[in-house]
């Protein structure tokens, strides 16, 4: 079995997660962000690791990464099996069986890195909430506190 | 209001529908949930505000924290910027009818302009929503699907991870 056949016999959820191994995140980071829980992500990454013939996280994901950046032939897409469609593990919908439309700018997607999902300060997005709110509300008093010089302005001007 | 008030409202309104739509159609579950919430805010709002009743801004108040507070919830799950993108601008929006500064006659329309403005932005943030949804869709198929003018779609333009 070819690397490549054994890549395309990963579920997008198992291919999912070993690109998150392959950003150094832990079982209990990737199952944060994944809305997973830890067991979940450890029987993906079991499952993987069958698939892939390798007996731990940085071969899987060395793996997956050397098919990514050193391919000579471009891996064929690989179309969703029925039960990839479906319930994978636990009660977690992995696809929904759609097609990702084109993605303008993905590569700066990708260049977020762990960004890409908020992350938890505090074990919670809520200061993120807060903090973006905040910044609206500094830039809405910066806006309406220029309005009257800048109508005394456009007055002064007529 | 005037006729270009009300035309400026409707497009706007279309504009957060079609934000809206996509989302609930192109979305997983939390987003779903979220535009949902985001959805029956609006028609909640505009509910209570064609009742007419006096001090039917307490009425919007209510209904936009609510939607906060259920927006923040699922962004605690979702892991999705747009949603905490969509509750930071929800939660700016409620402050704005307590702001005792804004809500003064002499800054009323201030006030208005601002709700507009942050209206507009929270459609904006659908259509990013809609982006993000489809980028970390890809993403999760190993960046195979979806050609892009940035890195061409194919293999090559999976993320890399050394």
Do not use: C
């Not at chain 2, 923040?72 to 700016?92: S, Y």
């Amino acid at each position: 079995m070819t690397i490549v056949s054994a890549i395309d016999k990963l579920t997008p959820r198992e291919r999912e997660i070993l690109l998150l191994v392959a950003e150094r995140l832990g079982d209990k980071e990737i199952a944060q962000q994944l809305n997973l829980s830890p067991r979940t992500v450890q029987n993906h990454l079991h499952r993987a690791y069958e698939k892939l013939g390798v007996s731990d996280r940085q071969q899987a994901a060395r793996l997956l990464s050397n098919s990514y950046s050193g391919q000579s032939s471009p891996l064929s897409p690989a179309p969703l099996l029925p039960s990839e469609q479906g319930v994978l593990a636990g009660s977690d919908r992995v696809e929904d069986g759609k097609t990702p439309w084109p993605v303008p700018f993905y590569g700066g997607y990708l260049r977020l890195g762990r960004w890409r999902r908020p992350r938890r300060i505090g074990g919670s997005v809520l200061l993120l909430i807060l903090g973006g709110a905040l910044a609206w509300i500094l830039l809405a008093a910066a806006a309406v506190s220029l309005i009257p010089p800048v109508l005394e302005m456009i007055q002064g001007l007529r | 209001m005037s006729p270009l008030q009300l035309a400026l409202q409707f497009a706007l309104l279309a504009f957060s529908l079609i934000g809206l739509s996509l989302l609930l159609w192109r979305g997983r579950t939390w987003d779903r949930a979220a535009a949902g919430v985001v959805l029956m805010a609006l028609t909640l709002s505009y509910a209570i505000d064609n009742t007419g009743q006096d001090g039917f801004e307490f009425g919007v108040i209510l209904i936009d924290a609510a939607a906060f507070i259920a927006l923040w919830l699922i962004a605690e799950r979702a892991g999705r910027w747009w949603i905490v993108m969509t509750a930071a601008l929800h939660l700016v929006s409620s402050l704005v009818y307590v702001a005792p500064f804004l809500t003064s006659t002499s800054l009323a329309w201030a006030a208005m302009t601002l709700i507009w403005v942050l209206w507009l932005l929270t459609s904006l943030t659908f259509f990013f929503g809609v982006w993000e949804i489809e980028a970390a869709r890809r993403f999760a198929f190993g960046g195979r699907y979806g050609s892009t003018l940035d890195d061409g779609g194919g293999p090559r333009a999976a993320p890399s991870m050394e």
